[in-house]
């Protein structure tokens, strides 16, 4: 098969390697992102052999030896154990992403949870996610496995580093086995707090200005966004606009968290508009005699 000239070989010994992705399958599985034998991950070792977990292994307890090696039409070519039932996954994102060298798959509660919700992922609230992530889509749902499945990916993985899978979990992708691991915990801590600032009543998001500095350093930094390529004028920057017009053919809808506020309103005009009216102040000390009278004519007894 033509091989992609934009793929470079690594340099890295093999059997580092195999070190590295066993280490990763133990950090999944200590902080609960794997349970049993869920996950998998995997790392290009050139142009057309792909180093990568082996199926009915749990994840936390690999040893190197355990890992296979398939082309990149998801045939296997070494390794004693079978290779991931899920490698097409993997296979497909490096395909579409040559700058790609790893990735991992696997269920973080908290993320996963949005997943099965199919909730959006509120934008414009924490620096690191903004710098780091930027919008998060929503894949629709297909059953595991297949070819099917993978291509599910294919609308988002030019535009982000970490997706989430409906009804399943999350795959993030980049350059090192580490890196790609990184976008999955960050993904699922924010999606936690997200969830323990709701329970506390609300979420603020950042201010239009805040978030342009933000993407600015994001930019200075190296780092793509869409937002940035479509340009600040253009969309609602904080209104999961990247991705929002795949919402229906994903079955996503905002549920649990409200839209955040317009970001192009006119300062002005929000200054002038009337402010909400406090309700009235409870008078107890009146709304307890008022109780105690009823009672006590219940009663047929006389209030003290």
């Excluded at 595991?144 to 999350?170: E, R, S």
Aim: some cysteine; overall charge neutral; hydrophobic content about 40%.
């Amino acid at each position: 098969m033509a091989t992609n000239p934009a793929v470079k070989t690594t340099t890295k010994p093999l059997s580092k390697l195999k070190e590295e992705i066993c280490d990763i399958g133990r950090r999944i599985y200590n902080k609960g992102f794997a349970a049993g034998n869920d996950g998998n991950i995997s790392f290009r070792l050139g142009p057309n052999e792909v180093l990568c977990t082996p199926t009915m292994v749990s994840k936390g307890f690999m040893k190197p030896s355990d890992l296979c090696i398939v082309d990149m039409e998801g045939n296997q070519i070494a390794g004693e154990r079978k290779r991931s039932s899920e490698i097409l996954l993997h296979l497909t994102i490096m395909k579409e992403r040559p700058d790609v060298n790893s990735v991992v798959h696997c269920h973080p509660p908290h993320a996963t949870a949005f997943a099965v919700a199919r909730e959006p992922i509120p934008q414009c609230v924490l620096p690191e996610v903004e710098v780091f992530l930027g919008d998060i889509p929503i894949t629709k749902y297909e059953t595991p496995g297949g070819q099917k499945f993978a291509d599910t990916v294919k609308p988002y993985v030019k535009t982000a580093n970490v997706l989430i899978l409906a009804n399943h979990g999350t795959v993030s992708f980049g350059e090192t086995v580490e890196k790609a691991y990184w976008w999955t915990e960050i993904l699922d801590a924010y999606c936690r707090i997200l969830m323990l600032s709701r329970d506390l009543g609300r979420v603020t998001y950042l201010t239009k200005q805040e978030t342009k500095e933000l993407l600015d350093l994001k930019q200075k930094w190296g780092y793509s966004d869409p937002r940035l390529d479509k340009g600040m004028e253009n969309c609602d920057i904080c209104a999961n606009d990247v991705f929002r017009s795949s919402w229906g053919n994903a079955g996503v809808t905002r549920k649990a968290f409200d839209a955040p506020p317009p970001m192009g309103a006119d300062p002005q005009r929000a200054a002038a508009a009337p402010a909400a009216v406090a309700p009235p102040a409870i008078d107890y000390d009146v709304l307890v005699k008022a109780v105690t009278e009823q009672v006590c004519r219940e009663l047929g007894i006389g209030a003290a």
